[in-house]
């Protein structure tokens, strides 16, 4: 397993998967650890493009697309605009419902920059790690250090503000209703980021879909759960 996917997000879901299926692991955009060029805009439509080209040139066949939190919503994003790419959509506390950002307006020279570096801080990291988990026996200095280890991109503050000023994700039930793929939703009951409510809303929308609560697990059952998310995904069978 390499480095990056060693400390990614999927770290434990991923060997899960790919011990039954060819699996990838692909950093978004501006995000994790690819790298963030001066002349790159970090919108959800350059996202969109990057994921596009990658699946292109690496992949090339309809894939089951697997999407946690923002990359939830980077998933539906990608689905509705290449739906011959995407077999199955698998949405993890996904972000994006009907749920857009006015912070972006607000980052502005300085405020962007202390915005970021309030970000940086240890004890606010800590403090959302908490919340992401429902088991707070997971929030290890080794997670603390994998969830941090992006932070050292020089350019992640750029490319973090130039995200948020690009108003990010955010989809209506009448657009979530036009995913034509089986998808399958998987939620935390506890999850104190997102919440609850919007499980039920990405079901009701989504015409081939199917809710999965994950008992007393928070907003990130690929780390905190990753034996019972592999194997939801693994024997899913939307029709």
Known sequence: MGSTVRYSS???LLPLLAHQRETWAIDLLGFGFTDRPVDVPFTPDAIKSHLYHVWETLIGQPVVLVGASMGGAA???FTLTHPKAVAQLVLIDS????SGSNLGRFLVPPLGYLATQFLRQPWVRQQVSLKAYYDRGFVTADAELCAALHL??????RALIAFTQSGGYQFWGDKVAQIEQPTLILWGDRDEI????????FEQAIPNSQLIWLKNCGHVPHLEQPEITAQHILESRIQ
């Open 75 to 77: 998933a539906i994003d």
């Open 10 to 12: 999927f770290r434990r």
């Open 152 to 157: 050292q991109h020089p350019r992640w503050s």
């Open 194 to 201: 997102l919440g609850t409510a919007d499980a039920e809303k």
């Open 95 to 98: 972000a994006g419902f009907a």
